[in-house]
């Protein structure tokens, strides 16, 4: 077994003499110098620093600030024929583990290297434990331990450093967006613009204007030019979310961009390049979107080149505990182990976003200190939609699925006041899909 390094800083000889002999006869490997800038030289070797608080030149607070500002996590134990209280709160305040005053008996120094040794131990292992469990069981601040997401992870950790485009895909909810971001700031891009683009919430006819720029005049309004969100993210990544929404004619334009990494403004003709990384993201199936003919197959295949499919909450319920201790430390509460096993039993339509959600309104609203089973807000109307299989979910007397499906679409248009962006967002359907379905109703 390898001997602990004890490095002794002392001036007077004798004493220093004297601790060498004791500590190496208690089976430390023992070095001592004299002064501090010797002892900085060889401080990257010891496990612990014993150090005089005096000594010529550098002080040994001194040498405390210097080892703090190189980030050393060796304990430093300071000795001091001066045992002040002010002496010792100095010491402890620059970083000393232990505040040792002269004379002492050489079996209390042992005991206190002893046990400023196993505290160095406890930390190195604490230290080394989080940083194995940040490796293995989170990719930054996302949290899976399933073995779904670690694949995600071992996915995204080879791919981040290239070039390559991305396509996520997954219900609302289960963490593109943070994927995006964490494949940015894992690339050689992370110091250049990360832009998200939301193609469901920009208008069809401001879309082109948005993601391209336009010139002062291109339109009634444009009384100045304006870049796009291509142009702004050149040399950083574009994260394109609900791609599936991007009608045909922009789509051919997102295809060239791709292609030949160059577009227009609208209203000029001068031809601007773009370095951008592209990652797309998509809660709806792309392929039955390419059935329908509101996709393009050829840009579908420039996007799908590195797919990663995030598989929704209820298929990985062993990440549940963890997510949910993870905000529960994010609004100071705490959950029950009651609590614990009724989300465990639910089926997260809504994914991390919805029991995020919950353990946030569950924690305000709780009773008492934490949260019971009884505290735990779960959506009614939810949780009777997920309970699929029940007797009483059938169609409604006299209504055809057709006339169902009809009606359900009509009351979202009348409640997005007409505007279909906002019904799909209702309906769960991206804005290609909806207008396929009205097409086939004849509504315009």
Known sequence: ????????????????????????????????????????????????????????????????????????????????????????????????????????????????????????????????????????????????????????FATVTRVAGTRATVLLAGESGVGKDMIARAIHQHSPRRDRPFVKINCTAIPENLMESELFGYEKGAFTGANVSKPGKFEIADTGTVFLDEIGDVPPSIQVKLLRVLQEREFERLGSNKTLRTDVRVIAATNVDLRAALEQGTFREDLYYRLNVVPLDIPPLRERKEDIPYLVEHFAKKFGGEISESALERLMSYHWPGNVRELENVVERSILLARGPRVEAEDTRIDTVARARASSGAADHFLPEGMTLDEYEQSIIREALKRANGNKSQAARLLGLTRNALRYRLAQMGIE
């Open 1 to 152: 077994m390898t001997r602990q390094a004890i490095l002794v800083i002392e001036d007077e000889e004798k004493q220093r003499r004297v601790i060498g002999l004791h500590l190496s006869s208690a089976g430390f490997q023992v070095k001592a110098v004299g002064t501090a800038e010797e002892g900085l030289k060889l401080a990257g070797d010891a496990d612990l620093i014993l150090t005089d608080l005096k000594l010529p030149g550098m002080t040994g607070l001194e040498l405390l600030e210097r080892l703090k500002g190189q980030n050393s996590y060796t304990p430093v134990i300071v000795m001091s024929a001066f045992g002040t209280v002010e002496n010792a709160v100095e010491a402890m305040k620059k970083g000393a583990v232990d505040f040792l005053p002269k004379p002492f008996s050489l079996d209390h120094l042992t005991v206190v290297v002893e046990k400023a040794l196993e505290v160095r131990k406890l930390r190195d292992e604490n230290r080394e434990l989080r940083e194995a469990l940040g490796k293995r069981y989170q990719f930054e601040n996302i949290i899976g331990r399933s073995q779904a997401m670690q694949e995600i």
